[in-house]
């Protein structure tokens, strides 16, 4: 299978596949450790509700699901702001040395520039945020399946779909 070519795409003299491999090492780590902290916090509680149980109170329900996940994908917003970074880079790598400015501005086309400072900033950033979504689906799923029923609320009782369609992913 041909490599593609992302000279075109990045600044002159910059490794785009060392920038893609990068990125990608940033999204699976923000990715573990939200899983991480987001189970952590998930036992802490069903704990909780169960010592609360064995205590004599007549039910104990884990709360909801945006709250056991607050502050748990704070990863992710890092690594967008390692694209705003990425892209202010991009940006002063022409105003360096050879790598002239004004060379870029003497070209045809005149979205060469920023097509070349923005592209890959631009797509971390929406990849980040595709996996940010499909972290929280996964974290949800998790939060359905490994909270006993007896400590689910009325809305996650019934399944992750039927959790999902009710509305209980944004709760």
């Known amino acids: 299978m041909k490599k593609p070519d992302l000279s075109s ?4 003299g910059v490794s785009g596949r060392r920038e893609i491999l990068w990125t990608l090492a ?4 923000s990715a573990v450790v939200g899983v991480l902290a987001f189970l952590f ?11 609360w149980l064995e205590e004599g109170a007549p039910r104990a329900i884990v709360p909801p699901f945006r709250e056991v996940l607050s502050g748990t994908l704070f990863c992710f917003l890092l690594v ?3 694209m705003a970074g990425l892209l202010i880079y991009h940006i002063d790598l022409h105003y360096r040395g050879s790598r002239s400015i004004y060379l ?3 070209l045809r086309h005149w979205w060469e520039l920023p097509l070349r400072c923005a592209a ?3 797509a971390g950033l929406l990849c980040s945020a595709l996996a940010w979504g499909l ?4 974290l949800f799923w998790l939060y359905i399946a490994l909270t006993p029923q007896i400590h689910l609320g009325d809305l996650y009782r019934d399944g992750f779909l039927t959790a999902l369609l009710r509305g209980g992913f944004l709760c």
């Not at 795409?9 to 002159?12: E, G, I, Q, Y």
């Not at 916090?41 to 010592?51: I, M, P, R």
């Open 9 to 12: 795409l990045v600044p002159a």
């Open 135 to 138: 972290t929280q689906l996964v």
């Open 26 to 29: 940033g999204l699976c780590l």
């Open 120 to 122: 890959l900033p631009l």
């Open 80 to 82: 967008g702001a390692a």
């Open 41 to 51: 916090k998930l036992w802490y509680v069903v704990d909780l509700a169960q010592d």
């Open 104 to 106: 870029m501005r003497r």
